[in-house]
């Protein structure tokens, strides 16, 4: 089987629940997973309500065809190090996983001992951080979201600063405090200032926020010194994952100057555990905005980079039993692409590594419905969303969960990527 053929509409899985799930044959996402009755994470691959488990299929010589079998690279807690081979591995995978689940294929589907041990229910599974990430780089790839915090905060007529459309903006943020979905999200603490106080004061953040964005991940790096062009950066990335880089707005204010996020933004990152490959994604290309002015040369690419991928922000607070979306956008929105933001970054010889997480920055639309944080959505805090319950909310309370979710679809099936969760707790208290 060669990678186009496993994108064919009609292939069908003797998986039936993988029909008309977000997880269908033509997915076929990864991810660290463990039985809830067995303690050892290991690598898993979601296919309708069941994650399957490769590295049984590994140890049963399912793979065997490929030279990198048999070499335990799915016995393992994190993805680094198939991730490593890059992403012909990847295909390889890809191709290899579709026949194996095929209705018409016998080596899996007959295999009833191999079936009984390999496959397991969602709901008896536990989930981890999928991959071990070294570094993380957050950047400002929306125009619409650009737009709106600069015109809250520089006038329309300075909205955009000068470098925006010629480079993607970003900064480095913090790996070790990059977490799963589920994982309860502490309010931060810092230094803020008011508009009316002379002094500064220390204490809980009063106006955190969520940021929706997606992320991916590196597959195979460079060497320091040895920039990626813009024409092979595809080829390192590996996959993606939702992104909820959650924001202290308070903190920011006052400490972003001269240098940039800082305590603001490196309390809590949180990712969807399912790493969605680029070859499954490879169906959904679209345009992206038209660059205007043209870009650098080192920055020039052709054709379609950009990915319809639907995006939804919900919440649920301590007053409610279930979520409300509040927010609905695009990935295709934005303006600077993955290709574009990985030959920037690594264009003064920056060496990035196996399992480096970018993460775009949020992702706004055209539309106040599409805005991808609380900022935008409240204009700052004067304009506060009223919520089925009738409670209001401006920023983020103690108690609120918070959503996002994101999923592909065409005529023929549905790509999901699961959901990034987080609840908001009461801030540690610091003398």
């Given at each position: 089987?060669?990678?186009?053929?496993?994108?064919?509409?009609?292939?069908?899985?003797?998986?039936?629940?993988?029909?008309?799930?977000?997880?269908?044959?033509?997915?076929?996402?990864?991810?660290?997973?463990?039985?809830?009755?067995?303690?050892?994470?290991?690598?898993?691959?979601?296919?309708?309500h069941f994650v399957l488990d490769l590295a049984m299929l590994d140890d049963f010589g399912l793979f065997d065809e490929y030279n990198w079998a048999r070499k335990k690279l799915f016995n393992r807690l994190k993805l680094n190090r198939f991730m490593a081979l890059g992403r012909k591995a990847s295909q390889e995978l890809r191709c290899r996983l579709v026949e194996l689940l095929s209705a018409d294929n016998p080596d899996l589907r007959d295999h009833q001992e191999l079936r009984t041990h390999a496959f397991h229910r969602m709901e008896d599974i536990t989930m981890s951080l999928p991959v071990e990430i070294g570094d993380y780089t957050d950047f400002y790839s929306s125009k619409e979201h650009a737009t709106n915090v600069g015109i809250m905060f520089r006038g329309k007529d300075n909205a955009l600063q000068p470098n925006w459309l010629h480079l993607p903006v970003g900064y480095h943020g913090r790996a070790s405090t990059i977490v799963k979905s589920g994982t309860p999200i502490v309010?931060?603490?810092?230094?803020?200032?008011?508009?009316?106080?002379?002094?500064?004061?220390?204490?809980?953040?009063?106006?955190?926020?969520?940021?929706?964005?997606?992320?991916?991940?590196?597959?195979?790096?460079?060497?320091?010194?040895?920039?990626?062009?813009?024409?092979?950066?595809?080829?390192?990335?590996?996959?993606?994952?939702?992104?909820?880089?959650?924001?202290?707005?308070?903190?920011?204010?006052?400490?972003?100057?001269?240098?940039?996020?800082?305590?603001?933004?490196?309390?809590?990152?949180?990712?969807s555990p399912w790493v969605v490959t680029m070859e499954a994604l490879e169906p959904f290309r679209t345009p992206g905005p038209v660059q205007n002015p043209k870009p650098l040369a080192y920055l020039d690419?052709?054709?379609?980079?950009?990915?319809?991928?639907?995006?939804?922000?919900?919440?649920?607070?301590?007053?409610?039993?279930?979520?409300?979306?509040?927010?609905?956008?695009?990935?295709?929105?934005?303006?600077?692409?993955?290709?574009?933001?990985?030959?920037?970054?690594?264009s003064s010889g920056c060496e990035m590594r196996t399992g480096d997480l970018l993460a775009s920055g949020t992702i706004s639309g055209p539309t106040p419905d599409s805005y991808g944080s609380l900022l935008e959505l409240t204009w700052r805090g004067a304009s506060p969303i009223t919520l089925k319950t009738g409670e209001q909310r401006t920023f983020l309370k103690d108690g609120d969960s918070l959503r996002m979710s994101a999923f592909c679809q065409n005529e023929n099936y549905r790509i999901g990527f699961g959901e990034v969760v987080g609840e908001i707790v009461p801030a540690v208290h610091v003398q």
């Open positions: 089987m060669n990678l186009q053929e496993t994108w064919n509409p009609k292939l069908v899985s003797f998986i039936e629940s993988a029909q008309g799930s977000d997880f269908p044959i033509q997915h076929l996402p990864l991810g660290i997973f463990k039985p809830q009755m067995d303690g050892n994470y290991r690598v898993g691959v979601a296919i309708g309010r931060p603490s810092g230094q803020t200032k008011s508009d009316t106080e002379e002094n500064p004061s220390f204490g809980a953040c009063r106006l955190l926020d969520f940021e929706l964005e997606m992320g991916f991940f590196i597959g195979s790096g460079n060497k320091m010194g040895e920039p990626i062009s813009i024409n092979d950066a595809e080829d390192h990335i590996w996959g993606m994952v939702v992104v909820n880089d959650w924001s202290a707005r308070d903190i920011q204010k006052w400490e972003y100057v001269p240098l940039g996020p800082f305590l603001a933004k490196n309390f809590a990152t949180s990712i690419q052709q054709g379609a980079h950009a990915f319809d991928i639907k995006l939804d922000v919900s919440i649920k607070t301590s007053q409610s039993e279930t979520f409300e979306s509040i927010s609905s956008s695009n990935f295709k929105y934005l303006y600077w692409s993955m290709a574009q933001q990985l030959a920037h970054h690594t």
